[in-house]
């Protein structure tokens, strides 16, 4: 079953930047899997924040990170990445990654990473 291991977290001022990682575990390939970054505020559901296919086409971009917030994948690594700028106080969440076999699943997705903490604050 495919293992996925979230990276990259951690506390951030507003208006900085965080790279956050998602990689799969020994022995196992994101290669042939699209992969979702979804994020949990404190109180708040759950809510998808974009998705990349296997090809690299990107779908799913909340409104709230459009212009702010970059996914991108590197397959040679075995790893996708969500580049996050101009980081809000609003954008403070456990941050997970998820994959499956088509970005149109969402929160149906498969395999889960255990999620990585983003805290902006001054």
């Known amino acids: 079953q495919l293992q996925l291991v979230e990276s990259g977290g951690g506390l951030v001022q507003p208006g900085g930047s965080l790279r956050l990682s998602c990689a799969a575990a020994p022995g196992f390939t994101l290669e042939y899997y699209a992969v979702g970054w979804f994020r949990q505020a404190p109180g708040k559901d759950r809510e998808g924040v974009s998705c990349?296919?296997?090809?690299?086409?990107?779908?799913n971009v909340a409104d709230s990170v459009k212009g702010r917030f970059t996914i991108s994948r590197d397959n040679a690594k075995n790893t996708v990445y969500l580049q996050m700028n101009s980081l809000k106080a609003e954008d403070t969440a456990v941050y997970y990654c998820?994959?499956?076999?088509?970005?149109?699943?969402?929160?149906?997705?498969?395999?889960w990473g255990k999620g990585a903490l983003v805290t902006v604050s001054s």
């Open positions: 990349i296919s296997f090809q690299g086409f990107i779908s």
């Open positions: 998820a994959a499956d076999r088509s970005c149109g699943l969402g929160f149906n997705m498969n395999y």
